[in-house]
């Protein structure tokens, strides 16, 4: 059985690109990497209990991740080539260029030491938990995301930026001593009229943002709880298992449709953001309309490794909700 699918025809010297698998993670029983442990538990637990042939993906939806693959690698390489030159050529004095150290095997103190894509592993509660970090400098730990320009102006993902730097920062101490992490938002639909126009639209296309890290201790607590989660709904049947919440399956706020003649539904009088402005209107008009609650599709449920073994997703796609 093949592992990929194209079902848009791409062409094979894009093809090829998209469908390349570099990952070098751990890959034992008792061991779970920083990304999949901020994973929700019913997919963490689902997935580990699938069986025979996993489905095989369509390399369109491979696109925005190879995409963000390219742009780690292109920094890397930069970053490797010859950093000092290229420092002097951006202005920086010949000695802050000569004190760089890429990849030191420690820290030292006398120089400006820079660690990128290394892969760090520690043991807790039996379970060996590793990632590795896009890039650190001067003991803090930067990410770079090339996402849509509405990861800047919702700001929704700042909890997860958060939990993956405190993360990083408790498996590498001694590299990682910052209370902040650093994301590099790269945009990859960035309009330049709208930077103009738009309130609250990032000025330029590429951007940066900090974030103030947990405590360490804190951070350990949220690790040792989610894998008592893990451990806890490990045999449970699937109706036992914390059903992904509408975050987590990346659902767009609900929206509350008012329409003031209930036999007449194809078009709402008036959508509303919260329930209690839908219901206040529906008061205001005698009580005699209807209003009809709209949730975001679960968009993560496509890219999701229990799909098919999981009864949340089955509900949707029966209430038409998830589309495949």
């Keep these: 059985m093949s592992k990929f699918t194209n079902s848009q025809d791409i062409a094979l010297p894009v093809a090829v690109w998209l469908a390349s698998d570099d990952y070098d993670g751990i890959n034992e029983d008792n061991a779970i990497s920083v990304t999949s442990l901020m994973k929700p538990v019913r997919e963490i637990v689902l997935a580990g209990r699938a069986t025979g042939e996993p489905m095989a993906q369509d390399i369109q939806q491979l696109i925005a991740s190879s995409y963000g693959t390219a ?6 390489k930069a970053w490797l080539s010859n950093p000092e030159q290229t420092l002097r050529d951006l202005g920086y004095p010949k000695k802050v260029a000569e004190k760089l150290r890429i990849n030191p095997d420690e820290p030292d103190e006398d120089n400006i030491n820079v660690f990128m894509e290394n892969r760090e592993s520690r043991v807790i509660a039996g379970i060996t938990v590793n990632g590795k970090y896009d890039f650190v400098i001067e003991e803090e730990v930067h990410d770079f995301k090339t996402t849509g320009t509405y990861s ?15 993360m990083y920062r408790w498996l590498n101490p001694t590299k990682i001593t910052s209370d902040y992490i650093t ?17 609250g639209y990032p000025p330029l296309r590429i951007m940066s943002r900090k974030y103030e890290l947990m405590p360490l201790g804190k951070t350990e607590e949220w690790i040792r709880n989610k894998l008592s989660e893990i451990r806890r709904f490990a045999a449970a049947p699937d109706n036992e298992i914390p059903l992904c919440t509408p975050k987590e399956l990346w659902q767009s706020d609900p929206v509350y449709k008012y329409y003031r003649d209930p036999n ?3 078009r709402s009088t008036k959508n509303y953001k919260t329930q209690a402005e839908a ?4 008061a205001q008009d005698g009580n005699k309309g209807l209003v009809l609650t709209t949730f975001g599709a679960p968009k993560k449920c496509a890219f999701c490794a229990a799909l098919n073994n999981c009864a ?7 209430e038409g909700k998830l589309k495949l």
């Design 71 to 76: 742009i780690h690698d292109a920094i890397e």
């Design 152 to 166: 800047w102006i919702n700001d929704s993902k700042a909890d997860d930026y958060i939990l993956q730097g405190s």
């Design 183 to 199: 994301i590099h938002f790269i945009f990859t639909d960035w309009s330049a009229l709208q930077a103009k126009t738009s309130k």
């Design 264 to 266: 007449k539904t194809t």
């Design 279 to 282: 219901l206040a209107r529906l």
């Design 312 to 318: 949340q997703a089955d509900q949707y796609i029966a």
